[in-house]
């Protein structure tokens, strides 16, 4: 499906191979003339969630919740060190994403970067090894809780730069273009690296070859210690393609189900080489920036109000009990589980010996003059 | 089972804090998130969450207590059902298995020579291994072919293209303007707008697009009109592509190419001369290849093509026009890591690279005259550096003048130096001297301009100077 007819010359095609066809709700069926007015005709799918949706969703993020507990925690112990940012609050975000995406689909994100290693299916245990920097960790200790990667799981790190991830997570999808594979890549920022010049660089480009990247920005209201509002001259950051003829739209980032059904129409529009898309999840924090951040800078009843009427976990867990697909005690039992997952993780992370000295010189380069 | 709650690191270094107040008591339950205390540091108050659920069953430290330790038990956090008397089962503190062997010298970098020896060892055989590198013969029936640095450019990146449908070219005006040095000409008409991607004015984003198409496997040359402008895009240069592979651990590669001029231009003034040599050289990861011949630029430009690591390609742009013989073959690669003795001598090593050879070649004939035999190094690669080409000249020479277009300071003929000292120091009869550009920014005017470079005369004098003449 051509999109809009205009389309650079020099334009590695979009991926179409996969698409099935977007139901529109055009009133007159004509084509509407702003990637915007296209995008608000997709019409939208049930947000509603299978009883089996529902309870993989609330395990999901119950296995990130945990896990990042513990990380907070095994800080707290100093077995942990450097730069560490949680992701408690919002869980919802990458695993309503992960549901939309198929396999060969790739993703990629900062540094706040758990979650989205956890919801890609990465190994708890690799990844917890990581944060403590030992052998058995995903980059064998050298990279820490900023950078891991799998390209097996499609995951792409992991990036300590703000809003470096944006370009390259564009590259993916430029990769996906040329080889016309179908696939789609998703690139996760926060709204602070929104601010970021590259950021439109790489906007520009994707909408003029019409890439098929999803731009998921992950907004929890503050950069660091700056709100929003102290940092955006415009706070609607789903505008921010506006001027790139990208299409956006605002997600209620802490609703698993509403995460995944624009995640859904969103693949969709890549994978018909409609080009980009943004999707402005509003979502929330509960811990500090990073391990080091006191937090002066918003009040504690506005995160415990979050917490109390809006957090995604709860909302999820309200749900399944109200539609009788589990019990308290079944609750507790995948509570459990979850636990074990998240203990046995920590253990092997404590019992993984440190890197080899020689590990200090390898992995620089890859051996000289031939493929990998 | 109780579960110790310990006095938590809230920052990288901190080491103790003030217990400022709890705000829990004994006997509270208490939700993972909780708020349960507070704590000064030196830098902040920060607050103390449970990490789980239960009841406290004891405030082990009181509030306004200094200097608690990290990892000091603080209170004891009981499971629902179990009542203080498990305490006395409590695990002793620390619950935290510290890492093995971590003394607080454990990450000093060796004292002695040998173990700084064996360091540069492992280093060498790690990171690139050149030791076996040879120059390739040229094939018997290939006859040699005039061709400008231009084309030869342009003929690697064709061939490499027609070989392998992974490579593709991108940047500002690349494909219909034909390259805004004509580098690229003939390659949009050969292969396409999906393999010759002309982008927006916009380096910082076709960079970071270029490495995550090479994260994804494909082989990007990105052309930057001028190496200038590739300062916009450097994060993506060296945080992103040079550095991945070993904060992966070797799961991603990063197979690119960044090309394009490099160096002083003329009459252009300081933004648009500059030699970023020494800037990418300093950068493990990277490959830093600057050539000078019309047969190296092409071989070296495949191998960069064909190599799975982040390579920095400096052209210059005063070479381009000038011709040279290549072998006429599809099949010329030069390896990477290889330096060349473009003329054999015994007085006086002269080591350069790329637009800098000029200045040597055309000094030749007055050396000749003043009855010096000067051995001239083209270094082609500056990262991995054959370290061995240049030692093994002065161990014959004894002598050694470095000349590049780039500033002193931290430069080039800096690194030359520094390993001469460290692994010819015996051999050497005179201090090793450095030609280079002057250490200001490129004036525009023509009589300032030429101060500022290099010049003839100033490797006529430093080689007089070492071998005193």
């Known amino acids: 499906m051509a999109a809009r007819g205009t389309a650079s010359k020099s334009t590695p095609k979009a991926a179409s191979k996969k698409a099935s066809k977007t139901t529109r709700a055009t009133a007159s069926g004509a084509r509407p003339d702003t990637a915007q007015a296209l995008w608000d005709s997709v019409k939208r799918g049930d947000a509603s969630l299978s009883e089996g949706d529902t309870l993989q969703a609330y395990k999901d993020m119950l296995l990130i919740r945990r896990f990042e507990e513990r990380t907070g925690q095994m800080y707290g112990m100093g077995v942990i060190g450097g730069f560490c940012h949680l992701y408690i609050g919002q869980e919802a975000v990458v695993t309503g994403v992960k549901m939309a995406l198929e396999e060969g689909d790739q993703i990629i994100t900062s540094y706040r970067d758990h979650g989205h290693m956890l919801a890609m299916g990465m190994d708890p245990k690799g990844v917890m090894a990581e944060l403590t920097g030992r052998e058995g960790g995903y980059s064998r200790g050298k990279g820490g809780s900023m950078h891991m990667f799998s390209v097996d799981k499609g995951f792409f790190g992991g990036h300590g730069i703000v809003g470096a991830q944006v370009p390259i997570g564009t590259g993916l999808a430029f990769a996906n273009a040329y080889r016309d594979n179908g696939q789609v890549a998703a690139a996760f920022f926060g709204e602070g690296a929104s601010n970021q010049g590259q950021v439109y660089e790489a906007f520009n480009m994707a909408e003029l070859w019409k890439l098929p990247v999803i731009y998921v920005i992950e907004n929890n209201g503050y950069a660091m210690g700056t709100s929003l509002q102290r940092s955006a001259a415009e706070t609607h950051l789903y505008k921010r393609g506006r001027s790139f003829n990208i299409p956006g739209e605002e997600v209620d980032g802490m609703d698993v189900a509403q995460v995944r059904e624009a995640s859904m129409r969103a693949a969709r529009w890549c994978r018909e080489g409609n080009g980009p898309i943004i999707l402005e999840m509003k979502t929330y924090r509960y811990r500090g920036h990073s391990m080091s951040d006191p937090a002066k800078y918003r009040s504690k009843d506005e995160v415990q109000k979050v917490r109390a009427e809006h957090d995604p976990i709860d909302m999820v867990r309200d749900r399944i009990l109200k539609a009788g697909w589990a019990g308290e005690d079944d609750l507790k039992k995948m509570d459990r589980a979850v636990k074990d997952v998240v203990s046995a993780a920590a253990e092997f992370a404590q019992e993984s010996p440190e890197p080899q000295a020689e590990e200090l010189w390898t992995d620089i380069y890859a051996p000289l003059g031939g493929h990998d | ?469």
């Open chain 2, 1 to 469: 089972m109780p579960t110790n709650i310990t006095m938590p690191a809230l920052s990288p270094t901190m080491e103790e804090g003030t217990l400022a107040k709890w705000l829990v008591s004994e006997g509270d339950s208490v939700a993972a998130g909780d708020v349960i205390a507070e704590i000064e540091t030196d830098k902040a108050t920060m607050e103390v969450e449970a990490v789980d659920e239960g009841v406290i069953g004891k405030l082990v430290v009181a509030e306004g207590t200094e200097a608690v330790p990290v990892n000091d038990v603080i209170a004891v956090l009981l499971e629902d059902g179990e009542d203080a008397a498990a305490l006395d089962a409590a695990p002793s503190p620390p619950a935290a298995t510290p890492p093995a062997d971590t003394g607080p010298n454990d990450h000093a970098p060796p004292a002695t020579q040998d173990a700084a020896a064996q360091d540069a060892a492992a280093q060498d055989a790690a990171a690139l291994d050149t030791s076996t590198l040879v120059e390739p013969d040229i094939p018997s029936g290939v006859a040699l072919k005039s061709v400008t640095v231009r084309e030869a450019l342009r003929d690697a990146m064709a061939e490499e293209m027609r070989a392998d449908d992974a490579v593709f070219v991108i940047g500002e005006e690349v494909a219909e303007y034909q390259g805004a040095y004509k580098v690229t000409q003939g390659l949009l008409e050969e292969f396409g707008a999906r393999r010759v991607i002309d982008t927006p004015i916009t380096e910082h984003g076709f960079a970071g697009i270029g490495v995550g198409a090479a994260f994804a496997g494909l082989r990007p040359v990105v052309e930057f009109m001028t190496f200038n402008f590739a300062m916009q895009a450097i994060d993506q240069i060296v945080n992103s592509a040079a550095k991945t592979r070993y904060m992966s651990g070797g799961e991603i590669s990063c197979p690119i190419v960044f090309r394009g001029p490099n160096g002083a231009a003329a009459r252009v003034a300081a933004q648009h001369s500059q030699d970023y040599t020494a800037w990418y050289a300093h950068v493990p990861g990277l490959i830093v290849i600057a050539p000078y011949s019309a047969a190296d630029a092409k071989g070296l430009l495949k191998a960069a093509i064909r190599d799975p690591n982040p390579v920095i390609f400096l052209e210059n742009e005063v070479l381009y026009g000038k011709t040279f013989d290549v072998p006429d073959t599809d099949d010329w690669v030069v390896p990477i890591g290889k330096a060349k003795v473009l003329k054999p001598g015994r007085d006086v090593t002269i080591v350069s690279h790329s637009h800098g050879l000029t200045y040597v070649m055309d000094a030749l004939a007055d050396l000749e005259a003043a009855g010096i035999d000067a051995e001239v190094i083209d270094l082609r690669t500056i990262r991995p550096l054959d370290k061995q080409a240049v030692i093994a000249s002065v161990q014959k020479t004894n002598r050694c003048v470095t000349v590049e277009e780039g500033w002193s300071i931290c430069g080039i003929g800096s690194e030359i130096s520094a390993i001469l000292m460290q692994d010819a120091f015996d051999y050497l009869d005179a201090p090793v001297m450095r030609v280079t550009g002057k250490d200001v920014p490129m004036p525009y005017a023509a009589n300032l301009e030429k101060l500022a470079l290099p010049s003839v005369a100033d490797v006529v004098t430093a080689v007089k100077a070492v071998t005193y003449k």
